[in-house]
């Protein structure tokens, strides 16, 4: 029997395989497409031109630090995403495109060299051979009390329309997927309950509803004329809405996302190389009309896109429920993914906070059945000192957010978004090092609670209120949110929704923080 079975090779899935592999744990990674990677995608030059990013493309050291110790403990090459020179505006068909006055948009974002696909097979090459199931689509998961079967359909490779049925036994299952895709493709037995499907119903997917398209070229001539590569189009016949210079080491290329809706792209898929080339020419000039276009649908993926996503129009990141990052199924059943993240939802980072979670509740069932009360103040009193020096990090990680969404242009909702990531992140960091101190519940109360919980969250009495002191202290001071009055002092109503996200992060960490002690606890062998 397969102790951990998991739905999806995408980053969430060959990360999480590879950390429980390491613990000594048997893993067997599950994924539909024949290829591994999800919404990581690199189309690679044959002829030794640049690699272009169809999916998941940068990364942001400066607040996205679970990403970026990835990307350096496996020895990939990165670099500077480009980002000096004119950012151009088109938001009239019929004129020219004017440089706007700003600064470089990407806010300090790093790609890798040869792509993210690069990531992908130096996750794929740790992983041990049969260990990574491509072409197995999981039909149905069945709770059997003390695991759960899944019900697999196999494509074969030599015989594409022959099916073969497979069933599989694990003790645990990880659903590394979009939760709509979960609700769409996969029947759970008994039911999930209802608040939950709901839940899975209303997180949108990252990357969805989007396309991209890129063209290469022998230099990025563009430079020579001041301009950065990036530009906006804003006008009502726009084909591409934001674009960027996809240029590497080894070729120039420009790339950018569709404006044109989902639903219409299809009508326009013989004359979009045109379209596209066309746009790349108003903005940059004659030299920017290439003659290949390569374009990435993701809304025509049937791995990416559900029937609720199609029909949801909504271009906010992913918001999961707290319901979906709670075991399920007596703790048998978990669901994982960027959608599910708690911070940083829809970028890779998100991926990994999910990774970071689904790792602290997966940890091997410890054997031993003593926890001597010395052992458990010593564990407690290091889980103190560490929340106190984790303090003092929280005003420098709101200032990086901070600055970050204004180097993005990224004005909506700064102090707002900025506080709840910060908190986000302190929570998530402080789950990983509970988990690490190896202390487990012994007995629960009537309500369902762990006699250790309050002690836990006691360390963290006062943190939110002194955090958001500092940070209003910081903004009526900044030079750079002096011009966003709302920002810069914000009033009444907006420092009541500060509060309201603030006082759900703190429920759901109390919740988590219970189940992760809870889970930890001890079991029969």
């Not at 640049?50 to 020895?75: C, F, K, M, N, Q």
């Not at 004017?98 to 040869?114: F, Q, T, Y």
């Not at 290439?290 to 271009?315: H, N």
Request: proline share 6%; net charge negative; glycine share 6%.
């Amino acid at each position: 029997m397969i102790d951990v079975a998991i739905v999806g090779a995408g980053l969430t899935g060959l990360t999480l395989a590879r950390q429980l592999l390491a613990r000594g744990l048997s893993v067997a990674v599950f994924d539909a497409r024949t290829r591994a990677g999800g919404r990581i995608l690199s189309d690679v030059d044959p002829a030794g031109g640049a690699t272009v990013d169809l999916g998941a493309s940068w990364y942001w050291p400066d607040t996205e630090p679970r990403i970026t110790a990835l990307i350096e403990s496996l020895g990939l090459r990165s670099f500077d995403q480009p980002d000096s020179g004119q950012v151009l505006s088109l938001p009239d068909a019929s004129r020219a495109p004017e440089p706007m006055d700003v600064n470089g948009i990407h806010g300090g974002a790093r790609r890798l060299s040869g792509g993210m696909g690069q990531l992908v097979q130096a996750l794929v090459a740790q992983l041990p051979a049969g260990s990574l199931q491509l072409g197995h689509r999981v039909l149905s998961l069945i709770d059997c009390g003390t695991h759960i079967e899944l019900h697999v359909s196999v494509d074969l490779n030599d015989s594409p329309d022959v099916i073969q049925a497979k069933r599989f036994q694990a003790k645990r299952v990880v659903l590394a997927l979009p939760p709509r895709l979960m609700l769409q493709s996969i029947r759970f037995q008994p039911e999930l309950p209802e608040a939950t499907v709901e839940a899975m119903s209303q997180v949108s997917t990252w990357m969805a509803r989007e396309a991209k398209s890129f063209m290469r070229y022998n230099k990025p001539f563009w430079l020579e004329a001041g301009h950065s590569g990036s530009a906006f189009v804003t006008h009502i016949q726009a084909v591409l809405r934001e674009i960027w210079d996809a240029s590497d080491e080894h070729g120039a290329a420009l790339a950018g996302f569709h404006a044109i809706p989902p639903d219409a792209r299809p009508h326009f898929e013989r004359s979009m190389p045109m379209l596209v080339a066309s746009q790349f020419g108003q903005l940059f000039g004659p030299e920017a009309q290439g003659d290949t276009v390569v374009t990435k649908d993701w809304a025509q993926d049937a791995w990416t896109c559900s029937e609720l996503d199609r029909q949801d129009p909504s271009t906010f990141p992913p918001q999961a429920s707290p319901i979906l990052r709670r075991p399920h199924w007596g703790s048998r059943l978990f669901f994982g993914g960027t959608e599910t993240a708690r911070q940083a939802a829809g970028h890779m980072e998100g991926a990994l906070e999910s990774v970071a979670r689904l790792s602290d509740f997966l940890r091997p069932v410890r054997q031993s059945t003593v926890q001597p009360a010395q052992h458990l103040e010593e564990a407690l009193s290091r889980f103190h000192q560490w929340v106190e020096a984790e303090r003092q990090q929280a005003l420098p990680r709101y200032r990086q957010h901070v600055n970050q969404m204004l180097s993005r242009q990224d004005r909506d909702r700064v102090t707002q978004r900025a506080v709840l990531a910060t908190v986000e992140q302190t929570y998530s960091r402080a789950l990983e090092q509970l988990s690490s101190l190896d202390m487990f519940a012994t007995d629960l109360g009537p309500s369902g609670q762990t006699e250790l919980t309050p002690k836990v969250l006691k360390a963290f009495s006062g943190f939110s209120k002194s955090f958001v002191d500092d940070a209003l202290a910081f903004n009526a001071g900044s030079c750079a949110l002096s011009n966003f009055q709302s920002e810069h002092r914000p009033d009444s109503d907006y420092l009541r929704a500060i509060t309201a996200d603030l006082a759900a992060a703190w429920v759901e960490f109390a919740w988590s923080t219970n189940d992760l002690l809870n889970t930890q606890s001890i079991q029969p062998h």
